[in-house]
């Protein structure tokens, strides 16, 4: 009789091991999917922009700050960035070549709650209701910010 109810516990310890042995698999299994679906949320391409409700002298702030930090020549007349040139465009650009350096975190883009982070490349956006950032949905457009890129 003493040799079963040894028996017993050695199988019910054994029992609670085996139970346990799928639980660790399926814990560690969802770690190492979800670390990976994480990267590829991360790894997704993103831009940022003015706010189309941003005034004048945020945008110019904007401006002066980012250009602080990041070469923003590509602005300046005759380069290829300066048209269409009015100080929407500017700002989106000069906000968007920091965010870009900086790391593309969401706090790079906030310029004080002025910035916007996009997932649609600007440069390629043909169908935006915002007339005062992007000035039409003509030829205008389609060079509004190619330097968004």
């Known amino acids: 009789m003493p040799y079963l ?3 017993n516990i050695i199988s019910v310890n054994t029992m ?6 799928p639980i660790l ?5 969802l770690l ?13 391409k993103t831009w940022c ?38 100080l929407m465009n500017h700002a989106s650009i000069a906000m968007n070549m920091y965010y870009q350096a900086m790391g ?11 910035g916007l982070i996009v997932f649609t490349d600007p440069s390629k956006t043909r169908d935006i209701n915002h007339t005062s950032l992007f000035i039409s949905l003509t030829l205008q457009n389609q060079i509004m910010f190619p330097c968004l890129v």
Request: glycine share 6%; charged share 15%.
């Open 5 to 7: 109810q040894t028996c």
């Open 16 to 21: 609670a091991k085996t139970a346990a042995l």
């Open 25 to 29: 698999t399926m814990l560690f299994f």
């Open 32 to 44: 190492f999917v979800s670390g990976g679906i994480i990267e590829v949320v991360n790894a997704q």
């Open 49 to 86: 922009v003015a706010k189309p409700s941003s005034d004048l002298p945020t945008l110019l702030a904007n401006v002066n700050y980012a250009c602080s930090q990041v070469d923003c020549s590509i602005l300046q007349k005759g380069c290829p960035c300066f048209y269409p040139d009015n």
């Open 104 to 114: 593309r975190n969401g706090w790079n883009c906030d310029f004080k709650n002025s």
